[in-house]
């Protein structure tokens, strides 16, 4: 499948199998394990925001994270961003099914000047951003819980 850019450019995509076929060639031939991939997935994440935000201003940088790879590696974000004085609010779909990785980066995240927060605290709150880490490449059906509010 491709997808045309604002720009006109061509941009590849990758279908679940072929993606999980990325994750095991990075894990089994080149050697960064899941807390290194998600550290600087996350990483590049908040220097991608932080170009941002010196457009958009001042105000909270909301993140949705949900439970797996991809919500840790948008929890990692919000940790280099609040590291950053940035403030970030971070919201997780389901905090008790988190994965390993994902728990401990939201540990560190707690370290933080940033805010965890629950889905209810967001009622009224205006981000200048928001970060999607809720869904990653391997989807089970339609949103559900939580994470289909």
């Known amino acids: 499948m491709m997808f045309v850019g604002p720009d006109g450019d061509v941009v590849p995509s990758l279908t679940e199998s072929e993606m999980r076929e990325v994750d095991r ?48 590696g948008g929890i990692t974000a919000g940790r280099h961003l609040a590291n950053r004085d940035v403030d970030v609010l971070v919201t997780v779909t389901d905090p008790t099914s988190l994965g390993e990785v994902p728990a401990f980066q939201l540990r560190v995240f707690d370290a933080t000047q940033g805010k965890v927060v629950g889905l209810d605290d967001l009622d009224g709150v205006t981000p200048v951003l928001i970060i999607d880490a809720v869904v990653g490449y391997s989807p089970r059906g339609a949103p559900r819980g939580p994470r289909r509010r």
């Open 25 to 72: 060639v990075a894990i089994e031939e080149t050697g960064p394990n899941l807390f290194q991939r998600m550290e600087t997935a996350g990483r590049g994440l908040a220097v991608i925001a932080l170009e941002m935000l010196d457009d958009l201003g001042d105000g909270p940088v909301v993140v949705l994270a949900g439970t797996g790879g991809n919500g840790g």
